[in-house]
T-cell receptor, first 113, second 109 residues
Framework: EPEVTQTPSHQVTQMGQEVILRCVPI?????FYWYRQILGQKVEFLVS????????KSEIFDDQFSVERPDGSNFTLKIRSTKLEDSAMYFC???????????FGPGTRLLVL | EDQVTQSPEALRLQEGESSSLNCSYT??????LFWYRQDPGKGPEFLFT???AGEEKEKERLKATLTKKESFLHITAPKPEDSATYLC??????????FGKGTTLSVSS
């Protein structure tokens, strides 16, 4: 069964450093998403992406964040200058229809020290 | 403001003891109501999508139902492997999913 994959599974970085989180969505899906989940809190929407453009972004997704689909399979989230409060699980998701059923990856646990 | 509220926060059941989890939503013009299962340290695993009041969907021991204000996830004769956090999410057409905090279910044998 096709699934969303994410790398790395864990990432530890120093405050102020740049990180890139990688995702491979399900191959025939057209819509891609990033979410984050701070420990013990809700899953929160960050951004949706379609046809090489951002479709929607939340207030969390400020200028330090960017997304890219560098090739036909990968989808990346870049955090330019990490802050302590960026420590969270980051989930990638993909779907066939915009903002309908979404399939999530296993997540990247980001720890900013 | 659109909101999704789940109750209870935690539920402990004995194996075979059926129960229901509640998801209340205040989303005007609901497009979809989504149920996910999340195991510790893992990503949400899709269970069901419901679109209209009166709709029901089943999968093994789980059945999801939808009314105009809430959704229920009924668990019939649960087993220890059903232990997980169950997440509910809802949205308007073309907008981001709004998640609830989840209900953490523990089933003991």
């Amino acid at each position: 069964e096709p699934e969303v994959t994410q790398t790395p599974s864990h990432q530890v970085t120093q405050m102020g450093q740049e990180v890139i989180l990688r995702c491979v969505p399900i191959s025939n899906h057209l819509y891609f998403y990033w979410y984050r989940q701070i420990l013990g809190q809700k899953v929160e929407f960050l951004v949706s992406f379609y046809n090489n453009e951002i479709s929607e972004k939340s207030e969390i997704f400020d200028d330090q964040f960017s997304v890219e689909r560098p090739d036909g399979s990968n989808f990346t989230l870049k955090i330019r200058s990490t802050k302590l409060e960026d420590s969270a699980m980051y989930f990638c998701a993909s779907g066939l229809v915009y903002q309908e059923t979404q399939y999530f990856g296993p997540g990247t646990r980001l720890l900013v020290l | 403001e659109d909101q999704v509220t789940q109750s209870p926060e935690a539920l402990r059941l004995q194996e075979g003891e059926s129960s229901s989890l509640n998801c209340s939503y205040t989303v005007s013009g609901l497009r979809g109501l989504f149920w996910y299962r999340q195991d510790p340290g893992k990503g949400p695993e899709f269970l069901f999508t419901l679109y209209s009041a009166g709709e029901e969907k089943e999968k093994e021991r789980l059945k999801a139902t939808l009314t105009k204000k809430e959704s229920f996830l009924h668990i019939t004769a649960p087993k220890p492997e059903d232990s997980a956090t169950y997440l509910c999410a809802a949205n308007q057409a073309g907008t981001a999913l709004i998640f609830g905090k989840g209900t953490t279910l523990s089933v003991s044998s």
